[in-house]
């Protein structure tokens, strides 16, 4: 048997042929229904339900950022190098990672209003990066790409001082990104010198080995500088006279006094890191403190220290009795 069924698209009908169900007899009535028969069970006293919910959960987060990727494009925050947060978190591995999990859970104002109400020390590492990454991607969710990038290089402040070209070898960081890095480090270096230098360097030690250690604690060579005092022993300036290797920087003697007759300075103090980590001086450093304090003796110039940065330690050789 064939019918027609009509239905109505755009101001017009179509005819569909199908096959006509078998109706009821009228003498069926419908069966009666009772509450018993649409009771809810106890889903939660089943077996195993727990542990399926939580699954379910971290699937449909993990679905939930799959699609926070692709409306923001295949390379995260920017046009970085292939990839993203879950290829750093892959590439770091998974043991000892400070965030074994980078799910997506940002929330922008949340974190603004946290940070204005309670202060920067409310924050996490992988939140002030986080909030430093706005400036990088307008939108979405910037947390997963945050923790990967502290997975990669280990901590916040690892990755602010790192490389430059390594932050751009990082998947989903592009130039907006490592450029507010540098930023952000450019600023605290500087306002670590404004503290160091608003008094004589001498009566100031601490803070002075506070903005050393943010300056060269982590340089991946080895740096030479020198820190210029006039006759107070203020701060006249404090340059990089020398990069070199992971292990030597040149050092010449007469530059270094000739630098510091045209900044017209009274004193000098010579400080370089140890990319090692170790700051404990060598023959070398010692042989060459002794002829850098020679050539300025000659022209009325004192050294008053040098100074061996290493990982959060610093050793003055003044101190040591080397000097």
Known sequence: MFFFRWSW??????KRRGVEAPALPPSSPAPASSPADFAVPDFASLPGFAEAAHHAAEIIGTEAGADEERKEGPRGAEGGAGGGPREIHRAAGEGALPFPSIGPHGHRRRLREKLLTRGADALADYELLEMLLFFAQPRGDTKPLAKAVINRFGSFAAVLTAPTHELFATPGLGEHAVAAFRLVQGAALRLARAEAAARPVLNNWERLMDYLNAALAREKVEQFRILFLDNRNQLIADEVQGRGTVNHTPVYPREVVKRALELHATALIL????????????????????????????????????VIVGHGRWVSLRREGLM
């Open 271 to 306: 400080v370089h890191n140890h990319p090692s980590g170790d700051p404990t001086p060598s023959r070398e450093d010692v042989e060459m403190t002794a002829e850098v304090k020679e050539a300025a003796r000659l022209l009325g110039i004192v050294v008053h220290d040098h």
């Open 9 to 14: 698209r755009g101001g017009r009908t179509k």
